[in-house]
């Protein structure tokens, strides 16, 4: 079946415009993350969903970053007034009930903020 | 959650095993153990998880020792492609116990 599938897979916008990233996660998988990383670094994590609601949102890095999920599918991640050092690749991963820690990545979108 | 110390980087020659250390001191008693190898430009994919002993897959295999304060992922005859970035994490997500943060992992080249 299908991956985990990101939109786009790179979005170069311009200092203070705001920028929508798309997940699609595994049919059928309940749990869906969203993380961040920089070039040469190790993943930074945003926030979880489990079905449409986030009981973990400690890793956003500011009120300009916000995530929702809707029908317990889709995933977008909206960062508004983008800075500079928002640039990074946006990972998403999905895991369905009751496997544990067994994520499912997407390619990530690479976003570039000149 | 229990932090997880790997080595920064590892080199190693095709053909041979590599094993590859996590020390996780304070995992919890129903945390589970499980690893990531991450190629560039690409997510991370799951290779392994385990609890306690020893599991192995058609990838790698996965070395607990009782006191589950570490343990040691083993590719055996790596290959060129192996070159990555390998990644601990410990957690157990059914209690809430998430093991988010990935760290910086353990950058592995195998060399020809």
């Known amino acids: 079946g299908a991956g985990v599938s990101q939109s786009p897979s790179n979005k170069v916008t311009e200092k203070g415009k705001d920028v929508e990233l798309r997940c699609d996660p595994i049919?059928?998988?309940?749990?869906l993350y969203w993380y961040r990383q920089s070039l040469g670094q190790g993943l930074e994590f945003l926030i979880y969903f489990q079905g449409n609601s986030a009981p973990d949102k400690s890793g956003l890095p500011s009120d300009r970053f916000s995530a929702e999920r809707t029908g317990g599918s889709v995933s977008t991640l909206t960062i508004q007034r983008t800075q500079q050092e928002d640039s990074a690749v946006y990972l998403c991963a999905s895991s369905p009930l009751g496997e544990g820690e067994k994520l499912f990545f997407g390619s990530g979108t690479q976003l570039s903020v000149l | 959650l229990a932090k997880t110390t790997q080595p920064i980087s590892m080199d190693s020659y095709e053909g041979q095993e590599v094993n590859i250390t996590c020390s996780h001191n304070?995992?919890?008693?129903?945390?589970?153990i499980t690893w990531y190898q991450q190629f560039p430009s690409q997510g991370p994919r799951f290779i392994i998880q385990g609890y306690k002993t020893k599991v192995t897959n058609e990838v790698a295999s996965l070395f607990i020792p009782a006191d589950r304060k570490s343990s040691t992922l083993s590719l055996p005859r790596v290959s060129l492609s192996d070159t990555a970035v390998y990644y601990c994490l410990v957690g157990d997500p059914d209690t809430g116990r998430r093991a988010l943060t990935f760290g910086s992992g353990t950058r592995l080249q195998v060399q020809p």
């Open positions: 304070n995992i919890a008693t129903n945390d589970y």
């Open positions: 049919s059928g998988h309940t749990a």
